[in-house]
C-alpha cells in the first residue's frame, strides 16, 4: 500500500515528541539531577535505573492493551491524543527545583520518573506499532520511517538545542540555573504538546469500532469473567489476572522463538546501551574534557541531527540496491569505526568534535530509520506462523529491550562517575575521572555498536525472502493453506 504523502508528513510530524521526550531525558536528566538538583552521581544513577525498570512494566502491557482496543479512531491514536498533555506537563515538572531537603528532592525525582514512564511507553508504543499497520509493503516501510526520523531530528533539536540556547539567556536574564532549567524545559514541552496532539489528529486511520454483534459477544465475555471473579472472591481476581499475565509472556516467548525477533531485540539491547551512555555522557565531555560554551553545545548537537537527515536520501536511494539489513551494517559499521579511531587521535577542537558528532549522527540515523522497518517486516513473519497481529505485542517487547538497556547504560555511567572520582561541585575535575568521561564517550559505545552489527548480521530477513512472506501470508488471510517450509531457516 502507497501512502498519502500527507499520511507521511503527519506521522513523521507526530515523531517529534518521540525523540524530543527520549533525548531530553536521556541527554539531560542524569545532568540535571547532578549539577542543577545537587543529587549525587550514584543517585541519580539508581533514579534512572528504577525507572527504566517501571517502563518495561508498563510496557508489559501497553503493547497488548493497543492491540485489543476498538474505537471509533482506531487502535493506536487515541492513546497518542488523550496523553498529549499528562506527557507534555510530566516533562516540564521534571525539571523543577524545589528547596526542600536532598533526601526529598531524590524521592520527588524517583516519584515524577516513574509518572513519566507510566505515560511514555502508553503512547509511544501504539504509536510505533501504527507504522507497522499504515503499510505492509517492503519499500513504503523504510520511506515511511524516512519521515519519521526527519521529525525525530526536529525532535532531537528542540530537546537538545533549546535547553542550552534558553539555559543561558534565562540565566543570563537573571534566573538562577534551576529556574532556568525548568522555564527551558516548560518550552520544549509545549512542542511536545503540539507534535503528540496535532499529529495524529491529521492522520485518517481506519476505524476498528466493533459491531453490535461484536460488542453484545464482547460483553457476554466480560460478564462471565466478572462473574467468575466475583464468585472466587480475591482469589477469583487474582487468578484472573496472573492467568491474563501467564498470557502476556506467552506471546513474548512465542515472538522469541523468531530467530529475526531474537536477533533484532539483542541488537536494540546493544545499541541502546551504547546511546544511552553516549546520550547521557556528552553533556560531562563537552562540559569539563573541552570546556566549551553551550551555543558550541548547541552547535554540536545540531550536528548529529543534521547528518542524520542529510543522509536520509542516501538511505531513501540504495534501498533500490540494498536491504535495510545491509544499510545498518553499513552505517552502524562507519559510526563505530570512527568513534574508535578519535579515541586515539582525540576530540579536542571543534573541527574534530564535528566530524565525530556526524559520524555518530548516521549510526543514530541507521538505528532510527531502519530498525522500526526492520520490526515491521517481523511483524508480517509473525502473523505467518501465528495467525495473529501482535504489532503491539512485537513493538512492547522491543521497546522494553530497548528501556532496560537505556536504565542499565546510564546507571552504568553513573557509577562509573561515582567511582572515578567525579565532583560535582567541582569546575575541574580529577584525570581520572576526565579519562573514564572521554571512555564513555568513544570507546565504551563504540564496542557496543559493533556487537549490534554482529546481530544484525545473523538477522536473516532480506526484501527477497519477506516479498515470499507476503505472498504466503495473503494467501493464509484469503483462507488457503499456507506452506511454512520454504521459512525454516527465518523462522
Known amino acids: 500500500m502507497v501512502l498519502k504523502l500527507k499520511t507521511k508528513i503527519a506521522y513523521g510530524f507526530t515523531a517529534i515528541a518521540d525523540h524530543a521526550l527520549h533525548d531530553l531525558y536521556v541527554t539531560f536528566f542524569l545532568f540535571f539531577m547532578t549539577t542543577a538538583a545537587g543529587i549525587s552521581p550514584a543517585a541519580a544513577g539508581v533514579i534512572v535505573a ?60 524517583l516519584i515524577i ?11 509511544y508504543i501504539p504509536f510505533v506499532a501504527w507504522g507497522a499497520e499504515l503499510t505492509e509493503d517492503y519499500d513504503e516501510r523504510t520511506s515511511l520511517r524516512s519521515y519519521a526520523f526527519v521529525g525525530n531530528m526536529l525532535g532531537l533539536c528542540i530537546s537538545t538545542i533549546f535547553p542550552t540556547v534558553l539555559l543561558d539567556f534565562l540565566i543570563g536574564k537573571g534566573l538562577n540555573q534551576a529556574h532556568a532549567w525548568h522555564g527551558s ?39 462471565e469473567r466478572k462473574n467468575g471473579a466475583e464468585a472466587g472472591g480475591k482469589s477469583g481476581r ?25 536477533y533484532l531485540i539483542f541488537a536494540s539491547i546493544l545499541f541502546a546501551s551504547a546511546n544511552s551512555i553516549f546520550a547521557s555522557d556528552k553533556m560531562y565531555y563537552f562540559t569539563y ?16 541531527a543534521a547528518a542524520g537527515v542529510v543522509f536520509v536520501p542516501v538511505v531513501n536511494f540504495s534501498k533500490k540496491y540494498f536491504d535495510k539489513r545491509t544499510q545498518f551494517i553499513a552505517g552502524m559499521s562507519l ?39 526492520m520490526i515491521y517486516d517481523v511483524c508480517g513473519l509473525d502473523e505467518l506462523k501465528s495467525g495473529e497481529q501482535r504489532q503491539g505485542t512485537i513493538v512492547s517487547l522491543q521497546s522494553i529491550a530497548e528501556s532496560i538497556a537505556d ?44 556487537l549490534a552489527v554482529i546481530m544484525v548480521i545473523k538477522y536473516p530477513i532480506t526484501k527477497k525472502n519477506y516479498g515470499e512472506v507476503l505472498s504466503a501470508l495473503e494467501k493464509k488471510r484469503n483462507g488457503e493453506e499456507a506452506d511454512l517450509t520454504p521459512f525454516e531457516d527465518i523462522v
Open 289 to 304: 574534557n573541552m570546556g566549551i560554551s553551550g551555543i558550541r553545545i548547541t552547535v554540536l548537537f545540531a550536528i548529529v
Open 185 to 223: 524545559v516548560s518550552i520544549v514541552s509545549a512542542f511536545i504538546f503540539i507534535s503528540l496532539f496535532f499529529g495524529p489528529m491529521t492522520i485518517k486511520a481506519e476505524s476498528n469500532a466493533l459491531t453490535p454483534e461484536e460488542k453484545a459477544k464482547l460483553k457476554r465475555r466480560r460478564k
Open 335 to 373: 559510526c563505530a569505526a570512527v568513534m574508535i579511531l578519535f579515541r586515539f587521535i582525540g576530540v579536542d577542537s571543534m573541527l574534530s568534535a564535528c566530524l565525530f558528532m556526524t559520524a555518530f549522527g548516521i549510526g543514530s540515523m541507521c538505528y532510527w530509520q531502519l530498525m522500526p522497518g
Open 407 to 450: 536504565g542499565l547504560g546510564v546507571l552504568v555511567l553513573g557509577f562509573i562517575l561515582e567511582f572515578a572520582g567525579f565532583d560535582d561541585a567541582a569546575s575541574v575535575q580529577s584525570e581520572n575521572a576526565l579519562s573514564w568521561v572521554e571512555n564513555c564517550f568513544t570507546l565504551v559505545p563504540a564496542f557496543l555498536m559493533i
Open 238 to 262: 487474582a487468578a484472573s489476572a496472573f492467568l491474563s499475565l501467564k498470557s502476556l509472556f506467552a506471546h513474548f516467548a512465542s515472538i522469541m522463538k523468531l530467530k529475526a525477533a531474537r
Open 50 to 109: 528504577l525507572g527504566s525498570v517501571w517502563e518495561c512494566i508498563i510496557t508489559l502491557f501497553a503493547g497488548r492493551i493497543s492491540d485489543k482496543t476498538h474505537s471509533k479512531m482506531g487502535k493506536r491514536k487515541p492513546f497518542i491524543v488523550f496523553l498529549a498533555f499528562p506527557m507534555a506537563l510530566t516533562s516540564s515538572l521534571m525539571f523543577a527545583v524545589f528547596n526542600i531537603p536532598v533526601a526529598a528532592r531524590v524521592v520527588y525525582y
Open 113 to 123: 520518573t516513574m509518572l513519566y514512564w507510566t505515560l511514555f511507553p502508553m503512547f
